[in-house]
């Protein structure tokens, strides 16, 4: 059962759980408003050193020879101890892990910490200097000294039209050392967010826009999921998994406004990724989108856009079974996406790539819906505005299909005058007061096995400079539910 009153204590399945976060500031999420931005990167000029002068060798000193009578004394000891190189008494990684986290499992007792690796902040600056070999520490305690840079994949130009791999390329940035209130990354995981297009569309109106632009130059920016490698910030130790907002690079720097939570890892260890979907962007959209604006009445009729994506698979399994919706009907592209869709909870699903779509969805829909929610615009919501009944509602969550400069045309607008449809649109920022709210609802649930998120990801194992490849599947379909890309273990 879910402590309600302890949010921490929210368990999603039986093996993890997941730390909401107080409400989050729009800005945090996009605007990198407390970021410090990276130096600009400055390659280094082809410089060849000019030959070193010879000089003469110093005169050689004579050592004065010891009087045979004085005693032996030992060498000075070094101030600072060098911590045990014997590999034998070096804790395991999963143990010391395991005590940072306070969640060691075993019954085997953990022997004590020797003192350098206690406390992570302090063994970090105790070994970042050592001559002790990277391989006999623990991942989170290796020497830092050698991240001075990352690779980041940075925008090329701004996007007029259909967006390719040529609109972005690789970069070596500088990492600056981190000061109070920072924490040094290793990034793991990028979810893949449609609304990145627009941040980087060259015919966008900044001034109508809820972010900034990304500049030529810049790290695209991205939500990501990222371990922690050095901390000046007490809430966040090394060793910490944390969800955040920065972009397609290998590390970074993150300002605490950048974080979002910290992550538990699942069972077997691993980096949770559902904190970038259910509990990431898509499922706070999903939420924001039910909860406040698309109310479904237990029996109503409702449909879903883009229904096998991250929002719509979320969409489809809280119309029907949380909110008890009589008939769901998804809209996906392809046959398999619609069998998933139909595995969901969908009663039907119209493959809009079939050349008779327009039919099915009709048939689909014989009394109209009291709901549509719309992740797609285009020639679907152009159909979808004569299916909704007259005082209905169309909730405007995405129109992807108009992502890439197609113009969105729409023959039926007069329809929202004739049936008095209300067309609701909304930016999930605009109610940080439902983030934690949304990820305790979806934690629950989940516990109760009303949303299922074992299969809503296509997770795709990345180098970064394959990164933007991957995100533009969104685009072609190619993914399941949220295309997130791993480039860490
Ligand atoms: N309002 C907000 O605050 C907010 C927040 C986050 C996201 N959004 C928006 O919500 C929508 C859904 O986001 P998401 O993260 O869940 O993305 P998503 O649906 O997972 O996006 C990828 C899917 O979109 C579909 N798609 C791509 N191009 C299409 C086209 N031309 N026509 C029709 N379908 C197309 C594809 O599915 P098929 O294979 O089925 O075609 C693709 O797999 C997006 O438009 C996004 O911008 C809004």
């Given amino acids: 059962m879910v402590d309600m009153a302890n949010p921490t204590s929210l368990r999603y399945s039986t093996h993890s759980h997941y730390h909401p976060r107080s409400a989050v500031h729009r800005r945090d999420y996009f605007g990198f408003t407390d970021c410090t931005p990276p130096e600009p990167f400055k390659p280094k000029l082809a410089f060849n050193p000019p030959p070193k002068k010879a000089f003469p060798p110093p005169p050689q000193k004579k050592a004065a020879k010891p009087p045979l009578t004085q005693s032996f004394k030992p060498p000075p000891k070094p101030s600072s101890p060098r911590p045990n190189r014997d590999p034998a008494t070096l804790l395991s990684r999963r143990s010391v892990l395991a005590r940072l986290s306070n969640r060691a499992q075993s019954s085997r007792p953990i022997p004590k910490l020797p003192e350098p690796l206690r406390h992570p902040i302090r063994s970090f600056q105790a070994t970042a200097n050592s001559s002790l070999p990277n391989h006999y520490l623990p991942n989170h305690l290796h020497r830092m000294s050698s991240i001075t840079n990352t690779k980041a994949v940075v925008l090329d130009h701004l996007v007029d039209g259909e967006v390719s791999t040529r609109h972005f390329r690789l970069e070596n ?22 609304a990145q ?24 920016r991205a939500p990501i999921v990222g371990r922690v490698i050095a901390s000046k910030l007490p809430k966040y130790p090394v060793g910490t998994t944390l969800a ?14 950048e974080i979002f939570a910290a992550v538990p890892p699942t069972a077997d260890g691993k980096v949770d990724l559902h904190a970038l979907d259910v509990f990431g962007l898509a499922g706070n959209t999903a939420y924001v989108a039910s909860a406040k604006y698309g109310k479904i009445e237990p029996g109503s009729t409702v449909v879903v856009s883009g229904a096998a994506g991250a929002i719509g698979s979320l969409l489809v399994q809280l119309a029907k079974k949380v909110y008890g919706a009589g008939r769901v009907v998804g809209i996906a592209g392809g046959k398999a996406k619609c069998d998933w869709v139909k595995t969901l909870g969908a009663d039907e699903c119209v493959d809009y790539k079939s050349p008779d779509w327009e039919e099915q969805l009709r048939a689909a829909v014989p009394d109209y819906a009291d709901v549509y929610f719309d992740n797609v615009g285009g020639p679907m919501l152009d159909v979808m505005l004569q299916l909704v009944r007259p005082n209905g509602t169309i909730v405007v969550v995405g129109a992807i299909s108009t992502y890439n400069g197609e113009a969105l045309k729409l023959a039926n607008w007069p329809q929202v005058i004739y049936n008095r449809l209300t067309i609701r649109g909304f930016i999930n920022l605009d109610h940080p007061e439902l983030i934690t709210k949304g990820q305790a609802e979806f934690a629950k649930w989940i516990a109760e096995g009303k949303i299922d998120v074992s299969d809503i990801q296509t997770v795709v194992q990345d180098k970064i400079e394959d990164v933007p490849k991957t995100w533009l599947r969104l685009f072609d379909g190619s993914g399941k539910g949220k295309i997130i890309s791993q480039i860490a273990a």
């Fill in 173 to 194: 940035k500088p990492i600056s050392d981190i000061k109070d209130g920072q924490v040094l990354v290793q990034i793991v995981a990028f979810s893949h967010e449609p």
């Fill in 197 to 220: 297009r627009q941040w980087i569309d060259a015919n966008t109106d900044e001034r109508r826009l809820y972010t900034t632009l990304i500049k030529p130059g810049e790290t695209v």
């Fill in 244 to 257: 955040g907002f920065h972009g397609w690079a290998e590390y970074a720097v993150l300002n605490e406004g």
